[in-house]
């Protein structure tokens, strides 16, 4: 499993960025994938996932109304809208792979990648 994020970047507060997350090494299609956080000093937090036919869709409260999950099967790219970004967006943005139980624990994903910079100026 095979993951790249990208398309962060610094963006001042209420902007807008979109990330996307390349898959490759696994069969994209058939997988529930997430895109997860991590700030300095903070723990990994979840923040969207979607069902791997993009029927469904599941959001952190932090972000929901702001942030929208969607892929792309054909491109094997899954991408993370993010509006009205807030300087507590701060932080690392990571693609994964779902494999099973519940969204939001981070030990349920594998293929993290190296993750992409997002920062958030006041």
């Known amino acids: 499993v095979q993951l790249q994020a990208s398309g962060g970047g610094l963006v001042q507060a209420g902007g807008s960025l979109r990330l996307s997350c390349a898959a490759s090494?696994?069969?994209?299609?058939?997988?529930?994938m997430g895109w997860f956080r991590q700030a300095p000093g903070k723990e990994r937090e979840f923040v969207a996932a979607i069902t791997w036919n993009g029927g469904s869709e599941y959001y952190a409260d932090s972000v929901k109304g702001r942030f929208t999950i969607s892929r792309d099967n054909a491109e094997n790219t899954v991408y993370l809208q993010m509006n009205s970004l807030k300087p507590e967006d701060t932080a690392v943005y990571y693609c994964?792979?779902?494999?099973?139980?519940?969204?939001?624990?981070?030990?349920?994903?594998?293929?993290w990648g190296q993750g992409t910079q997002v920062t958030v100026s006041s």
């Open positions: 994964a792979a779902f494999t099973g139980g519940r969204y939001y624990d981070s030990d349920n994903y594998r293929g």
């Open positions: 090494g696994f069969t994209f299609r058939h997988y529930d």
